[in-house]
């Protein structure tokens, strides 16, 4: 173990904490000593197999920003492209259209060797629609090559990969329980380290007691190949609100939205009558407004959708990696309590605060309901607990009241 590039992880992460405002509490700092010995092993090119980390725990405690900045500091020290980091969501997306291509590939003629460029090079690469893992079952023949069409597909991702950071690992879909599967055995073979954040310990990934048996091979994969770590300390600290006003926390929740409010944040709301279509490979989706040159804030393109056009209709995450990509402010009108929504639409709300997060997208919420009160009646829905939590990272407006970050 090499003090000096221990000192100098630890010095790196601590610096970056400083930069933000913030020093790391007992909890995170006994994690970083930790994730500090990881970056050593990494660096230190040592012959016996390194053994990845599993970081896991509440929502706010801190798991992806010291993951990421860790990341940061140790990546510069290895070959480019050795590094790579990338959102579950941004994951299953990439492996649904490397296995949407190998399979058109192989449709069209001989299949290239595994790597020579097209669609499948890097995380973000988009398709016009996923191609679904068929739920597992009995072997057929006609299915045969499927199995190397998607190890073709997982091999070309992680090409060049010496450590992979998953972020947010969660799974609650069967399809994308069979691909972390068949990922994770792959990126082991291959002497890829992982390193992961999720707010689940292992077992309970894939929560649904009549589908979890399709994730206990990965959840032994996991087991066998990295270390679990709990941080739990007692404090959410998206509750003591954003700790910058840049990207998704330089957003605001406004109750009830009033054109007062809406410019104290300095927007502008369209038109009547001036409704958009924006498109996503071949689906069209119509929403209030999407501008690009808008008359607030002009330098920042903005979506304007109401919540019924968002979540009340079949959008899905392929839908929001797009846009969040495309607009870097989503003003989101006319938000109910989500007990007033239907399953779908609660759920289809919770991956865009996910998705817009993790892309560091700028939200305005417009509701009648004050933004406690929303997150006292957040439903009972897979990872609605960590959308409650990342809310608080918006400045609150309300009638009769001036901006209160994060209550």
């Known amino acids: 173990m090499t003090r000096s590039r ?9 610096a970056a904490a400083s930069r933000e405002g913030f020093a790391l509490d007992p909890d995170q700092s006994a994690l970083l000593d930790r994730l500090a010995r990881l970056g050593d092993e990494l660096a230190g090119a040592r012959r016996r197999p390194v053994r990845g980390l599993y970081v896991w725990g509440p929502a706010g405690r801190g798991k992806s920003w010291l993951a990421g900045a860790f990341f940061a ?4 020290g290895l070959p480019a492209g050795a590094a790579r980091r990338v959102h579950v969501y941004d994951l299953f997306r990439a492996l649904h259209a490397a296995i949407h291509a190998q399979q058109a590939s192989a449709l069209a003629g001989p299949r290239p060797a595994v790597g020579q460029g097209g669609p499948t090079r890097g995380w973000r690469t988009r398709a016009a629609a996923p191609a679904a893992e068929p739920p597992p079952g009995p072997p057929e023949e006609s299915a045969e090559p499927r199995p190397g069409t998607v ?26 329980a069979t691909l972390l ?6 990126a082991f073979e291959a002497g890829v380290v992982v390193l992961a954040t999720s707010n689940y310990e292992p077992g309970t990934l894939l929560p649904n007691p009549l589908w979890h048996h399709v994730a ?12 679990v770590v709990e941080l739990a300390g007692a404090t959410d600290y998206r509750a003591l609100g954003g700790r ?3 990207g998704f926390a330089a957003g605001a929740w406004l109750s009830p939205g009033t054109t ?6 300095g927007l502008v709301a369209p038109a009547p009558g001036s409704r958009a279509v924006v498109r996503t490979g071949t689906r069209s989706f119509e929403v209030t407004a999407a501008r690009v040159d808008g008359p607030a804030r002009e330098s920042e393109p903005e979506l304007w959708v109401t919540f019924a056009d968002l979540a009340g209709r079949p959008t899905s995450t392929l839908e929001y990696l797009d846009w969040a990509a495309r607009f870097r402010r989503w003003v989101v009108t006319d938000v109910p309590l989500l007990t007033d929504a239907d399953r779908e639409a609660q759920q289809r709300f919770i991956a865009v605060v996910d998705v817009l997060v993790d892309a560091d997208v700028e939200l305005v919420v417009t509701s009648a309901h004050a933004l406690g009160a929303f997150r006292t009646a957040m439903p009972d829905r897979p990872d609605a607990f960590r959308a409650a939590s990342r809310l608080q990272l918006l400045t609150e407006r309300s009638a009769g009241l001036g901006p209160a970050e994060g209550r």
């Open 181 to 186: 599967t068949r990922l994770l055995r792959r």
């Open 151 to 176: 190890d073709a597909a997982i091999d070309d991702l992680l090409r060049g990969s010496t450590l992979l950071y998953l972020d947010e690992l969660h799974l609650h879909d069967t399809g994308d």
């Open 244 to 246: 910058g006003r840049a």
């Open 6 to 14: 221990l000192d100098r992880t630890r010095r790196a992460v601590e």
């Open 216 to 227: 206990e091979p990965g959840i032994a994969l996991l087991r066998a190949h990295l270390d």
């Open 73 to 76: 500091a140790v990546a510069g």
């Open 260 to 265: 007062a409010q809406l410019a104290a944040h």
